[in-house]
């Protein structure tokens, strides 16, 4: 297995060892738990903003921790929820006195655990609400998932809420902006290569030398197909026109684009799909407000890409647009 | 070969157009050349930076192009120089006549053209002054080098000498202090796998299944010797001896340190070596100002790691905490 770890068991917790130590005037640790919280928490007369899951998709979600955007992120081990009494340690940590927002991608398990953890928090009288996250048109229903999956639009639901909660709105109001984020954005990604789980120590899945997989999640469940390799610009095609099948994006809408790695593969092609993407959408008479390009929400080693796509109104742009200082995502 | 890509002769232009697509209010390019200069050049009254070497270790240079660190980066095919002649167009476009500093890394290619375009600049009287980086402490010579090479050091020569430019130094003053820079920081990398160069289509080299090559350049130049992996501690500390068997850090010093991943590695990694790197330089009374970690100096898709030390004293730390916003590296 070649990875820079020490013992596969302890890579969570030496991981956010090393986030801690990267970004102290960023994160702190809720002693005993493998909780990251904002390091001025609880911040009063805030909503909080709680996200979390499953390890292996760095920065996501510990990185987004931070001033715009999230006020605590949980970590399951590697590819597993968070148990629930970890995240409503996040919870009572992060709660100013105006409610506490979770963020919860659309997988069985972390909806199990964040609902429960809701519940305990709700008898100590914390006024708690979530949303689901459910961007990834590739699949219904998946190894882990009743309906759709939560995927790399999760960034923008943090950023968006996370502005929202920043500027003192209440708890009701960051549900429905998180609400309209998701319903307004769509990712779909692809693959060229597996990763290996620590504990695993082996690939999840193997790919012919000359072959892809359209539509594959980031713990490695199948997707819709595999094919042979194309050229950026097909695969950028391809994963377009899938997410234009599922949300109705008009002439003169503007949008917000999230070119995302899985988290081996280079910058140079991300880049080159987002050339392509322009042009798409430009042909389209499809306004691009914003564009991010990077790794976000990865499947640790994993070779591949997703487009996200985020049709906007005027509060979202407003909101999008504000400042975030956080360890993965700064806007200055 | 497995990578994103359409014509392999065309990933360094096609890479570019989506750069400026990504990044319209960062960066614009010099229309028909490799360049990228900040949106509003050329500055007047401040000394302008300009970097850039092959492409394929993204997000340099480019993703450094902003206020407080570069005011160009120029582009050379994946892992090959740029030219003369782009490099002149780059310090056309910004000398805002206070002179230009080529930063340049220790290749004989690199140094050769880049010299050359400070000849040419000067034969149209602009102020040009350079400063080679030789950060990395594996290898005296190597297949493109005479002497050290320069590798992810060079992000803090750009930002501790983009601070200086941006608070309006003289040229000769960023240059000292680049050069300040240079004297006091050192690298040191080791490698997983191997990454493939486009037009080649094929790996660069073949490293064993339990193999990883310590010492190993961004090129995939040949390092020190083979081995097989080791935990991450232990690789940890084997990168860390080495530099400090080449630069005295004493008790009571401060440094900087950036853990950056050569382009496959993932976050949860370096995060893991961050955390021991932490441990071993406090068990050495060694002061930790300051920590980077993420892939700032990659080599396309290879897998592995570099660990840098910088020494800092007070007017190196003041630079280092100043403002930068570039897309690849902000400091709010």
């Known amino acids: 297995m070649k990875k820079i770890i020490n013992n596969p068991e302890n890579v969570v917790n030496e991981m956010l060892e090393g986030i801690v130590k990267a970004h102290p005037k960023y994160v702190r640790r809720i002693e ?6 904002r390091k001025t928490s609880p911040i009063k007369g805030k909503v909080a903003l709680v996200s979390g899951g499953g390890s292996g998709h760095e920065p996501s979600h510990a990185g987004f921790v931070g001033k715009g955007m999230l006020n605590a992120a949980v970590s399951g081990e590697v590819f597993t929820s968070p148990t629930p009494d970890q995240v409503f340690e996040a919870i ?9 927002l979770l963020i919860i991608k659309n997988y069985t398990g972390d909806i199990m655990n964040f609902e429960m953890a809701e519940e305990m928090a709700e008898l100590e009288d914390i006024k708690v609400k979530h949303v689901v996250v459910n961007d990834d048109v590739a699949v219904e229903d998946s190894t882990y998932t009743s309906g759709r999956r939560g995927i790399a639009g999760t960034i923008l639901v943090h950023k968006i809420a996370g502005a929202a909660a920043e500027e003192g709105m209440s708890l009701e109001d960051v549900q429905r902006i998180a609400q309209k984020v998701i319903k307004n954005v769509r990712s779909m990604g692809m693959s060229l290569s597996s990763c290996i789980v620590p504990a695993a120590g082996k690939s999840s899945f193997e790919l012919e030398e000359d072959e892809m997989e359209v539509g594959l999640g980031i713990h490695g469940e199948p997707g819709t197909h595999r094919e042979k390799i194309k050229k950026a610009d097909e695969i950028t095609k391809e994963l377009l026109d899938k997410i234009l099948e599922d949300i109705e994006i008009k002439k003169e809408d503007e949008v917000a684009i999230l070119v995302n790695g899985l988290g081996a593969t280079p910058l140079m092609e991300l880049y080159i799909m987002n050339r392509h993407l322009h042009k ?5 008479n499809i306004k691009i407000y914003n564009t991010i390009v990077g790794n976000f929400m990865t499947s640790l080693e994993m070779a591949g890409a997703s487009i996200t796509i985020l049709k906007l109104d005027d509060e979202l742009k407003q909101l999008l647009d504000s400042i975030a200082d956080t360890p993965a995502f700064k806007n200055i």
Do not use: F, H, I, R
């Open 32 to 37: 005993g738990t493998d909780v990251l919280v």
């Open 92 to 100: 009572k940590a992060v709660d100013g006195g105006k409610g506490v």
């Open 280 to 284: 798409l959408l430009n042909d389209k």
